[in-house]
C-alpha cells in the first residue's frame, strides 16, 4: 500500500461524508414482510463485558440493548427462531495476544444482559474467538435449521464480530450455492468508540465492506 496523498485523503472524507448520509437514509422494515419459518434472529456479543464491566466494555454500545430485546421479544411472537453468541473464554485464550483479558467462562461478563435474558427464546452458543461461525454449536443450529435463508443479525462490535460473523455466513451459503439474505438493522448494531477506534469510522468502514458483499442494512425491523 503506498502513503495516501492529500488529495486522496480529501476524496476519503467526502465518500465517508456521501457513506453516513446513505446510512441516514436507510428505511425501516416490517418483521411481518419475512417468512417466519425461513428467518433467523442471531444476536451477536450482547454481553455484560462488552457493554457494563471488563477491560473491553463500552457504555456506547449499551443504546442497541432497547432494540434488540424488542425485537427479540417480537420474532419469539412471530414464531422466528433466535441464536444468541456470548464470548466465552478459557484463561490464556489465543485472543487474548490481540485484545485485553475478557469474557472468561464463569465470569458475569460471559453473560448475555438481563433484558434480553428476560425475553429468553433463544439458543445460547458460546464462542472463543471473534467470529461465532466457526462454533461447532452454529453448525448443529444450521442443520437443524435447514430451510433458514434469511438471518437478521444484531448486537456488538459492527466491525469486529458482526461483520465476520456476517461475512462468514455468507461466503458459507456462497460455497453451497444457497440463497441467503442477510438483514442488519443499524438501531441494533454499534461498535466502542477509543483514541485509537474511531466509532464512527469503524461503523462506516464496516457498512462499506458488508454492502459490498450482498449484506443488507436497514434502519430498523419493526
Known sequence: MKKFEQTEISSAAAYAAELANEINSLDSIKLSELDSSK???????????FIREGA?????IESIITPSAKLLAECNSAGIAAVAFADCHGKGC???EAFPEHCVKGTSESEIVDELKAVGGYTLIEKNSTNGC?????AKFLAEHKEADT???????TDICVMQFCLSLKTLFNKENKPLNIIVPINAVETYDAPY??????NLAAYKLMKDCGVRFVSAVE
Open 151 to 157: 438471518f437478521i443479525v444484531c448486537g456488538d462490535c
Open 94 to 96: 489465543a485472543e487474548f
Open 197 to 202: 477506534h474511531d466509532a464512527a469510522f469503524a
Open 134 to 138: 466457526h462454533e461447532e454449536a452454529f
Open 39 to 49: 428467518t433467523v434472529l442471531a444476536i451477536v456479543d450482547i454481553i455484560n463485558g
Open 56 to 60: 473491553m466494555h463500552s457504555e456506547m
